[in-house]
């Protein structure tokens, strides 16, 4: 294990405080120097930029970064007009930024002292009605008549404010381009809308352009419209958005057409913006293919890092990243070498990779959060070592949490066990989320119940990865056994996978299962194992294995099996290291080797001379070499 010393880079500090933060966004974004590069110059040639990758990876932060690059002097004010011809037609006036402000407060001034005299010019002649009728005895034929001039006056005079425009876009007092952030925005609310108005005559309906209301596609002009997960809006949407993105300027109608709004359509509303779309793999394919291919014909992709090399200059980063989260968060005490040096043991972990460090920085942002939450509940003046280490207890995933449900109860209803030997029931290990959990896994021979030939039956709701991992096994058990077991029916089961199983981690372990119960030799049930399986019987490397290894020791197993191409891969905590014991392997002989009990020798003694004759290409060394040391 690493000392908090070595794990730091060359900054030297005390704590955080003294760690100088960059005022800059751009200058803020940790470990995509690939995806700054892309924006500072799709910002200085104004070009759309699509980023894809893992959640929590900056794709948001570089969108903001972006419209802090951008020219603020260019920014405009949006105006609508009453239009007198047309009165479903509004009209549209574009005036440099903070203009159209005073515009709007000079026609109010205007109309306001057209009010004043208007109604003073009434007041004079109801009064001089009302005289008159006194004088001549007609006190309520006066009051009357004066009743139906003011009456006929209010609803054949125009209103003042009619002629009052509406503010559509008020760019006043900004010092940076607008950033806009559209994700999950329904039509009306990113390409604008036209109000209802329940009073539509009689003199009593609101002016059609006073009910217009500006989208977010006119709000980002000048600026960043981002759009997250752009695969959620619905193609109707993308198609207006692609003709927004064509022509730089779109009318705003009512979305509704029950609505009386939809009767209303403005002249085009300038909409000159730089789109930042953003999302998963997944959000590729469900974009609308023009509107993609307008982003890579005028723009750039991008693919976002999940991880980033473990030097020291990347270690100098993430300790300025612990800084700018607490100045960020500014209700949380600086942390000091200790506890950034866990931060750093952390992302090193949950990195996956040997030699890495994570750049999933908005959950290592949280575990930097909660951690300075529990060192201000103490009264702590700063963050330290052990306050991380209780935050990583305190904030755990649900996943995690989910996954120490799931082995409690496997525990308590014997699901799985941690001891003792049995035919045809492996340990095997799985991932849920960024959380390990054990995955028992039974394997059972029966007499074919087709007569043409034998089938490898596999339940436990199996995803297409991990039914072709089982396709897989199934042919190298079939090399492996060198006799015909055609009329044999081999069946397996994944116990307790309700929520499905993906991948091809279990690989050795169905093997194992399924050859033990071939043979009748039974396996430890102290062991648990992970690793994928080449049809020649190479043990290929897997994901997430000090998460297995973590739920392994948790639920009281000994010895794990990994991949030997994983040995740089596992960080377990300190709470780990004397719990279990960790093997590599490379083969399925050494994976039988440690897993099977009693008469395994005669196993491997006939897969040898079988390997051999057959020329599969297994490895069947005369002598296992002893078991490696835990690996911290």
Same mark, same amino acid.
């Given at each position: 294990?690493e ?7 060359s ?7 003294s ?52 020219p ?19 009209r ?18 205007e ?10 010019f009434?007041?004079?002649i ?14 309520l ?20 404010d ?52 500006c ?43 029950r ?27 469900g ?19 999940d991880?980033?090399?473990d ?23 600086h942390? &000091? ?68 449900r799931?082995?409690e ?36 021979? &029966?007499?074919?119940?087709?007569k ?18 089982? &396709? ?65 019987g190479d ?26 191409s994983?040995?740089g ?42 390997? &051999? ?6 490895s ?13």
């Amino acid at each position: 294990m690493e000392e908090p010393n070595e794990l730091l880079g060359s900054i030297q500090f005390e704590d955080t405080s003294s760690i100088t933060v960059p005022e800059s966004l751009i200058d803020q974004v940790i470990g995509q120097e690939e995806a700054v590069e892309v924006i500072k110059k799709a910002a200085h040639q104004r070009r759309h930029v699509m980023l894809i990758g893992s959640p929590g990876t900056g794709k948001s932060m570089l969108g903001k970064a972006m419209s802090e690059l951008l020219p603020v002097e260019e920014l405009q004010d949006i105006l609508v007009y009453h239009n007198p011809e047309d009165n479903n037609n509004p009209r549209i006036r574009v005036v440099p930024a903070g203009r159209g402000r005073q515009i709007v407060d000079a026609h109010k001034m205007e109309a306001r002292k057209k009010v004043q005299t208007r109604n003073m010019f009434f007041m004079l002649i109801v009064m001089g009605l009302i005289v008159y009728a006194y004088y001549t005895g007609q006190l309520l034929f006066g009051i009357i008549a004066a009743a139906l001039i003011f009456l006929s006056m209010r609803y054949l005079i125009p209103k003042e404010d009619v002629f009052i425009p509406k503010l559509l876009v008020d760019n006043s007092g900004k010092k940076t381009a607008p950033f806009v952030d559209a994700t999950g925005a329904h039509a009306g609310a990113l390409l604008g809308d036209v109000r209802h108005d329940p009073f539509q005559s009689g003199g009593l309906e609101t002016p059609s352009h006073e009910r217009v209301e500006c989208g977010a596609i006119h709000r980002a002009h000048k600026g960043v419209l981002f759009i997250d997960e752009i695969n959620t809006l619905r193609l109707e949407s993308q198609q207006s958005l692609l003709t927004a993105l064509q022509e730089g300027a779109y009318p705003i109608t009512g979305q509704s057409e029950r609505s009386s709004g939809a009767l209303v359509r403005t002249e085009p509303v300038p909409c000159s913006f730089i789109m930042v779309v953003a999302g998963n793999l997944d959000a590729v394919q469900g974009m609308h293919p023009a509107l993609r291919s307008r982003i890579k014909g005028y723009g750039y992709e991008v693919y976002m890092r999940d991880t980033m090399e473990d030097t020291v200059e990347n270690r100098d980063k993430l300790i300025r990243f612990v800084a700018q989260e607490v100045v960020r968060d500014g209700k949380i005490p600086h942390f &000091t070498r200790d506890a950034v040096a866990e931060i750093i043991r952390e992302a090193k972990r949950r990195s996956g990779r040997k030699g890495h460090l994570t750049l999933m920085l908005r959950d290592l942002g949280g575990l930097i959060r909660v951690a300075g939450d529990i060192a201000r509940s103490e009264g702590a003046p700063l963050t330290e070592a052990r306050h991380v280490i209780e935050a990583k207890r305190m904030a755990r995933s649900l996943e995690q949490q989910m996954a120490d449900r799931y082995l409690e109860r496997r525990k308590e209803y014997s699901m799985y066990k941690s001891s003792g030997d049995e035919i045809g029931r492996v340990n095997g290990l799985a991932v849920i989320g960024d959380s390990g959990i054990v995955l028992p896994i039974m394997a059972e021979v &029966t007499p074919a119940q087709s007569k043409e030939e034998g089938r490898v039956i596999a339940t436990g709701r199996l995803q297409e990865i991990a039914k072709e991992a089982v &396709t897989n096994v199934s042919a190298l058990i079939k090399k492996l056994q060198g006799e015909d077991i055609t009329t044999k029916d081999v069946h397996i089961q994944f116990i307790g996978t309700y929520e499905g199983v993906e991948g091809d981690s279990a690989s050795i372990s169905i093997a194992t299962a399924v050859v033990s119960a071939l043979e009748g030799i039974p396996v430890k049930q102290s062991v648990a194992m992970t690793g994928s399986l080449s049809v020649r019987g190479d043990v290929l490397p897997v994901g997430g294995v000090t998460q297995k290894i973590e739920a392994a020791a948790q639920a009281g197993i000994k010895t794990v099996l990994i991949p030997r191409s994983n040995m740089g891969d596992v960080l377990v905590d300190e709470s780990i290291r004397d719990k279990i014991e960790i093997i590599p392997v490379s083969n399925i002989s050494e994976v039988f080797e440690y897993s099977l009990a009693g008469q395994r020798s005669k196993l491997l003694e006939k897969l040898k001379r079988f390997a &051999t004759e057959k020329k599969i290409g297994i490895s069947l060394p005369d002598g296992i070499p002893s078991p490696a040391m835990s690996i911290l």
